[in-house]
C-alpha cells in the first residue's frame, strides 16, 4: 500500500478521441432527464406523501429515479466488494467525489438503504431540494461550523434508526483524475455511532461526466466497496486522523490500479 498523506493526489488520465459536441449534447440530455423526471414524478410523489404523512414512503421512488436517471446518462454500474460487508450492519461508507454521477451510484447501489450528505446548495434545487429530507439527505453548510456540526448530529440520528451513511469525504467534487484532502465529519460520525467505515473507490465518472467539462459519455461506473476501517474493536482508542488516514489509504491504492 502507498504511503498516504491528506494532501492532493493526482492520478493520469486516459486519453480521449470521443466527440465534444456529442458529450455536451449528452450532458444536457442528462440533466433534461433529470428535470423530466423530477417534474413528472418527484412533484406528484411529495404532494401526496407530504398530505398523508408518509414522506419515507418516497425511498423506493428514489431508488428507481437514481438507477432511471444513470441509465438515461448512457451510465452502468459495475459494484465489487459486497463481500466485505455484513448484511445486517450500519456502515459509514466514506466516498470519493468526481462527478454528479456518483451521488446516485452510491444512493442506489450499496444495496443497503442510506442516508447521504449533500452540499447545502441542493436545497435550492426545486422539488429535489423538498425531497431531500424525506430520504434522509442532509445538506451540510461546511462554511457556518455550528450547521455543520447540527448536520453530523442528524446524521448520528439517522444512523441510530439503523440506516447507513454515506459521506463524499473530499467535502466537494475533484476535477478529473484528482483526489483531494479529506475532511474529518465522516469519521467523527463513526467514531461517535461506533460503525465501522467502509472506504469506497468510484471510479471512471470523472472520465464520464467530469466536473467543470460540461461533457458526459456513456460508460462502465466502477464502484468497489472495501474491507471496512474498524472502529466498533478500538472504540476509544482511535483517533479521527488515524480513520482518515487509513481510509484514504485504502481509496488511493484502489484508484492507482487504473
Not at 459521506?167 to 474529518?184: D, H, I, W
Not at 460540461?214 to 466498533?232: D, F, H, R, T
Request: glycine fraction near 8%; aromatic fraction near 10%; charge should be positive.
Amino acid at each position: 500500500m502507498p504511503t498516504v498523506d491528506n494532501k492532493l493526489v493526482e492520478f493520469p488520465l486516459p486519453e480521449s478521441h470521443r466527440s465534444r459536441i456529442l458529450g455536451k449534447l449528452r450532458y444536457w440530455w442528462c440533466w433534461f432527464a433529470a428535470g423530466s423526471m423530477l417534474l413528472v414524478l418527484g412533484i406528484p410523489s411529495l404532494l401526496f406523501l407530504w398530505i398523508i404523512n408518509r414522506k419515507i414512503w418516497l425511498y423506493p421512488l428514489a431508488l428507481f429515479g437514481a438507477r432511471t436517471w444513470l441509465k438515461a446518462c448512457g451510465a452502468r454500474v459495475k459494484v465489487s466488494g459486497h463481500e466485505n460487508l455484513d448484511p445486517d450492519t450500519a456502515y459509514v461508507f466514506a466516498v470519493n467525489h468526481r462527478s454528479y454521477l456518483d451521488t446516485a451510484s452510491l444512493f442506489a447501489y450499496t444495496g443497503r438503504r442510506i442516508g447521504l450528505v449533500a452540499k447545502k446548495e441542493l436545497l435550492n434545487v426545486p422539488v429535489l431540494g423538498q425531497g431531500m429530507s424525506f430520504v434522509n439527505i442532509i445538506a451540510i453548510d461546511r462554511s457556518n461550523p455550528d450547521n455543520a456540526r447540527a448536520s453530523m448530529e442528524k446524521a448520528r440520528e439517522v444512523m441510530d434508526s439503523g440506516y447507513s451513511f454515506g459521506v463524499f469525504v473530499e467535502g466537494t467534487r475533484a476535477m478529473p483524475g484528482e483526489l483531494l484532502p479529506f475532511k474529518k465529519g465522516a469519521f467523527h460520525l463513526a467514531i461517535q455511532t461506533n460503525a465501522d467505515i467502509v472506504p469506497v473507490a468510484i471510479k471512471n465518472t470523472d472520465v464520464m461526466m467530469g466536473k467543470r467539462t460540461g461533457l458526459a459519455y456513456s460508460g462502465v461506473i466502477e464502484m468497489v466497496l472495501l474491507p471496512p476501517v474498524s472502529v466498533k474493536t478500538r472504540s476509544g482508542a482511535v483517533t479521527p486522523l488515524e480513520l482518515l488516514l487509513e481510509t484514504r489509504a485504502a481509496i488511493v491504492e484502489e484508484l492507482s490500479k487504473d
